[in-house]
């Protein structure tokens, strides 16, 4: 159990690409911090940089409060779990976990006790005789944490570990690896391109773009309020509808020129574009629903039933609006409706993309 | 399983395999046969008649002290050229493998001894072995080795092993390079990260998930030094001296076309077509099942 301190961390690859630009991140101990993010924006690379299997051009990494950044992966008392699990393809289960206690020789009963302890954990009591390659996905993954976990290190490191599982399985192991690292109150890094698994696992969210962090918070309150029109479009899904503004003072207008109604919206000079969450519109009705809404007409293109919600896919002016309705909708294509949003459900964003 | 072409016309396949098949009649099936069948034949000293014999040649080859010598020399000698060709080869393939920058250029200045052709190769290593105008031999004796590998038995052995190895490091360091690149990198990184060092990840990791290239490769480098080896002991020992370096294909040679002893000659190649036989069947067997790791 430890903290996890980032100063400043750069990561320059030898052909000249930054990697990771100047990232500041402290996790507390036993929280399970996820970096998310598209691929390719250096979520992988801090990973392995905590981990030491990558160098650390600038800044310093601490653990615990010591400063690791010389330090070889084994020296830094933690544990990684693989996107494809790496598994040792010539090694039982038994001796997949096993590995690396007898490296740091401890006494052959103890590595016994604790493998078997943890294999009745994580149910793999009956496999610990088998190969990797007769074991299905699920176990594997299982295995793979087996092995992260019997080392009892200060940290788990989670490099995308879910995404080579099918669609049900991952649910089900995220919601595992959840209940597991909350028992075991273990800091944890935990890196995924699924915005998913980022929400529900996260207790710290990171969300990270071309290197950079964008946004760090709790995963509600990054939803809620994000900072950044990349953080907006990047968490939620669908993603929040983001509507080009018109430039300049007066009566909210949209870029290509069509009015937004409602009341109680107003925009300052800077704004150049809204978000709106698809859940976050409704059907307008009436006129009553006017007051401190901004409302929308919108031509309906398609229709999207999937079973508990649907969504409605129309235009604003040129605009594509997605709009979020609970159960099944009777509305056709081709039709003329009103949706609204609550003017405090509203994100906007200046020039360079930051809130307002 | 390919699905299998089915050709209407019954005669179509053979003849697109008939070259091929061509081939191996002109070149393998008939020899072959005329070995078989010389094996059981005796001709007189002036080669004016033949008798046929059974398997006399046979009992007397095997009856042979000196065929039991070159099958003793063989042994030796192949054991010491399979090690020879692969362990450096293994280490070379490892450290090619860690080199970041120029590793292309490694590779292909360190595949090349084996575009050299075998006569060419042993004249090298005569030239510079040879006791009396070697460079090597020079600097051999300068330092206090009694090197003399035309009278010194052991001496020539080493010498034709170490012609023959280092032809064949090459061709062992581009199968270790590629079995090492089939290591998923993540592998070794799981182990760094499970407290193994260098050497303990190499002999606990990637050594054993190198297993089937490195059988494969015993298999490749026992038939090579067998029954590829002949233009190296020729150029270099000649067999000699005395019959220190005449392996089962030199004596085959030696004994047919020098000693003009043509039955047991072919009797010999026989149970060298015997050996090859066999050892086909080994690589077949384990190492076309290729082990599939996942």
Redesign the interface.
């Known amino acids: 159990m430890a903290t996890v301190d980032l100063k400043n961390i750069r990561k320059i690859y030898p052909g000249g690409f930054e990697a990771v630009k100047k990232v500041n991140l402290a996790i507390r101990d036993g929280a399970l911090c996820v970096l998310v993010g598209p691929s390719g924006c250096g979520k992988s690379t801090l990973l392995r940089m905590i981990a030491g299997l990558e160098s650390i051009t600038e800044g310093e990494i601490a653990i615990d409060g010591r400063m690791v950044n010389e330090l070889g992966p084994a020296e830094r008392d933690i544990a990684m779990v693989f996107q494809n699990y790496a598994l040792y393809p010539h090694m039982s289960v038994y001796d997949n976990m096993a590995y690396g206690l007898r490296n740091r020789r401890m006494p052959k009963p103890e590595i016994d006790k604790r493998v078997r302890e943890v294999a009745a954990t994580l149910e793999l009591d009956h496999l610990l005789t088998r190969r990797p390659r007769e074991l299905s996905g699920g176990q594997r993954q299982r295995v793979a944490m087996g092995r992260a976990i019997v080392r009892n290190p200060k940290l788990f490191l989670f490099d995308e570990p879910l995404s080579n599982l099918d669609a049900k399985l991952r649910g089900q192991m995220r919601v595992e690896i959840k209940n597991l690292q909350r028992s075991l109150g273990v800091t944890s890094v935990y890196v995924t391109h699924d915005q998913l698994e980022a929400m529900t696992l996260a207790d710290v969210l990171v969300v990270m773009n071309a290197g950079n962090v964008e946004q760090i918070g709790a995963p509600l309150d990054i939803y809620e309020k994000p900072a950044t029109l990349f953080v907006a479009s990047f968490i939620g899904a669908p993603p929040m509808n983001l509507l080009p503004l018109r430039h300049g003072e007066g009566r909210a207008a949209l870029a290509d020129g069509t009015e937004i109604g409602g009341s109680g919206l107003s925009l300052s000079g800077e704004a150049t574009t809204l978000g709106i969450r698809p859940e976050n519109l409704f059907l307008v009705t009436n006129n009553d629903e006017i007051g401190g809404n901004a409302i929308f007409e919108i031509v309906i293109r398609a229709i999207e039933p999937v079973g508990a919600e649907s969504f409605i896919y129309g235009d604003v002016g040129k605009t594509r609006l997605v709009v979020r309705v609970a159960g099944k909708t009777a509305m056709e294509p081709g039709a003329k409706i009103h949706v609204g949003a609550k003017v405090a459900d509203l994100h906007v964003f200046d020039d360079a993309g930051i809130r307002i | 399983m390919t699905p299998r072409a089915i050709f209407p016309n019954k005669f179509l396949p053979y003849l697109l395999l008939a070259p091929q098949l061509a081939i191996t009649a002109i070149f393998f099936y008939w020899p072959a046969s005329q070995a078989l069948y010389q094996s059981m034949l005796r001709e007189d000293p002036f080669g004016l008649s033949t008798q046929f014999v059974g398997l006399a040649n046979f009992r007397h080859v095997l009856n042979d002290p000196n065929y039991l010598h070159s099958f003793q020399v063989t042994i030796v000698f192949s054991v010491a050229t399979a090690l020879l060709a692969m362990v450096p080869a293994l280490f070379l393939a490892v450290m090619a493998d860690k080199v970041v920058r120029g590793r292309g250029i490694y590779r292909t200045l360190l595949i090349w001894p084996y575009a050299i052709a075998p006569a060419i190769a042993g004249m090298l290593w005569l030239f510079l072995f040879n006791p009396s105008i070697g460079s090597i031999a020079v600097m051999l004796r300068s330092l206090g080795v009694y090197w003399d590998p035309l009278l010194n038995g052991p001496q020539a052995v080493i010498l034709v092993v170490a012609a023959a190895a280092w032809k064949q490091i090459s061709y062992n360091f581009l199968f270790f390079v590629a079995g090492l690149q089939a290591i998923?990198k993540?592998?070794v990184?799981?182990?760094?990260?499970?407290?193994?060092?260098e050497t303990?990840r190499f002999w606990?990791?990637i050594f054993?998930?190198l297993?089937p290239t490195t059988f494969f490769l015993l298999v490749i480098n026992t038939v090579y030094a067998f029954f590829d080896t002949f233009g190296i002991i020729h150029a270099v020992t000649g067999g000699g001296p005395g019959k220190a370096t005449e392996t089962l294909v030199y004596k085959v040679y030696n004994d047919g076309f020098v000693n003009l002893l043509l039955g047991e000659s072919a009797a010999q190649s026989v149970i060298l077509m015997v050996i090859v036989v066999a050892l086909t069947a080994v690589q077949f067997r384990y190492v076309e099942r290729r082990v599939?790791?996942?």
């Open positions: 998923p993540s592998l990184e799981a182990a760094a990260i499970d407290g193994a060092g303990k606990t990791i054993p998930l297993a599939h790791y996942g």
